[in-house]
């Protein structure tokens, strides 16, 4: 069931405008510096689904990139600032710089992991503050590089189910429009499915955004309808009208963990009468501004869902974007993309090498 796209509505904010031309593709693999291969998505059996991209527009990414993590970047680094002028690696100055990667939201866990790498191969020796940014940049870029991977569509399914979860407002609606565009343009026939049937907005949001992007969007009859119910019908649709991609939005309110989990875990369940692999992806997707809150709901997803992958959103407006750094020290999950603002064009491939320069301001 197809509902009408609805013009007239008007939503709680105005979605942002896409710009299509900006959107066309994501990266491809290019072997020259500075960036590595890297793409949003593949298709199975396929290499990265990008056309390759001018560097000079992969320069133009870079350097959003980097304006975008310049907060983060600022927290970071003026804690070192000043930290290692023509200093000896030592036992105190090593405690400061964990201290300082702690403060900069990389967690216990990676700081402790970076300043032991530190202490082997650098101790007593005398360094700089820019010796030391490019090392961390090295040391980080070694945690992320293993998380750096696109997400897998295996489009011989028809559809692959792609469930998009996470707390309301980290950007799960936007991230599925995005996502939606950057599909469709690649040609993939992409459904999206309006799983939180008691926030009309969200509803409202989903249908605005699928009439932009040219998806078909299925949504409740009425507010508060079974959302597994809802899912069933729109994957048995999608089987028939032999649809790409089928993402499916949900609910995000955590203040009733375990009413949530059950909802989750019914139209995981319901899915998979219809089909029983679904769904075959499972995206969370985390607000890179929640800092360390982000690794608590990340916990607490990943035990109510099989979660396979994370987009970080809002890294421009965030100031903890080396939370990225203390998500994949702790759960390795894959990063599939990171947003750093509202137009489709700002989700972008997560590319563990740029992050990690960004995140130091190196270029
Ligand atoms: N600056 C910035 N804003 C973003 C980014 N991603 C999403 N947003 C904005 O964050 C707000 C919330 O996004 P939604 O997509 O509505 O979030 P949601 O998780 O679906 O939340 P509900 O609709 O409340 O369930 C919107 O204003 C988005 O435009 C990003 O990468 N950067």
Redesign the pocket.
């Given at each position: 069931m197809t509902p009408p796209v609805q013009p007239d509505i008007t939503p709680p904010?105005p979605?942002?405008v896409i710009p299509t031309q900006a959107l066309a593709t994501p990266a491809s693999p290019v072997p020259a510096s500075p960036t590595p291969p890297s793409a949003i998505w593949t298709t199975a059996g396929s290499t990265p689904a990008a056309a390759p991209v001018a560097e000079e527009a992969r320069t133009g990414w870079f350097g959003r990139l980097k304006q975008?993590l310049s907060r983060s970047t600022g927290r970071l680094t003026d804690g070192l600032t000043g930290l290692f002028t023509k200093r000896k690696l030592d036992d105190e100055a090593l405690e400061e710089l964990e201290e300082a990667l702690i403060t900069a939201d990389l967690g216990v866990s990676a700081a402790g992991r970076i300043v032991e790498n530190f202490r082997k191969s650098r101790f007593g020796k005398e360094v700089t503050d820019q010796e030391v940014k490019e090392a961390l940049a090295a040391e980080i870029g070694a945690i992320l590089a293993p998380v750096a991977r696109p997400l897998e569509i295996d489009t011989s399914r028809k559809p692959h189910v792609v469930l998009v979860v996470?707390?309301?407002?980290?950007?799960?609606?936007?991230?599925?429009?995005?996502l939606g565009q950057q599909w469709s343009e690649a040609g993939q026939k992409v459904t999206f499915v309006a799983g939180?049937t008691f926030?009309a907005?969200?509803v409202e949001?989903l249908q605005i955004w699928g009439s932009r992007t040219g998806c078909d969007v299925v949504a409740p009859a009425k507010q508060g309808a079974d959302a597994a119910g809802l899912a069933f019908d729109a994957l048995k649709q999608a089987q028939e009208r032999q649809t790409d991609i089928l993402l499916v939005?949900t609910?995000?309110r955590l203040h009733n963990k375990s009413a949530l989990m059950e909802e989750l875990r019914k139209v995981v369940r319901v899915m998979q009468r219809v089909d029983p692999t679904a769904p075959h992806s499972v995206l969370l997707?985390l607000?890179?501004t929640t800092g360390q809150n982000a690794t608590q709901q990340c916990k607490v997803f990943a035990e109510m869902v099989n979660v396979t992958g994370l987009v970080v959103?809002?890294?421009?407006?965030s100031a903890k974007g080396g939370i990225v750094v203390a998500l994949a020290q702790e759960f390795g999950l894959p990063v599939h993309a990171?947003?750093?603002?509202?137009k489709a064009a700002?989700?972008r491939p997560f590319s563990a090498r740029d992050f990690s320069r960004s995140l130091l301001g190196l270029d």
């Open positions: 904010a979605p942002p975008g996470g707390v309301n407002g980290t950007g799960k609606t936007t991230t599925i429009a995005k939180d926030r907005a969200a949001q939005d609910a995000g997707v607000d890179a959103t809002k890294l421009d407006g990171v947003g750093v603002g509202e700002d989700l």
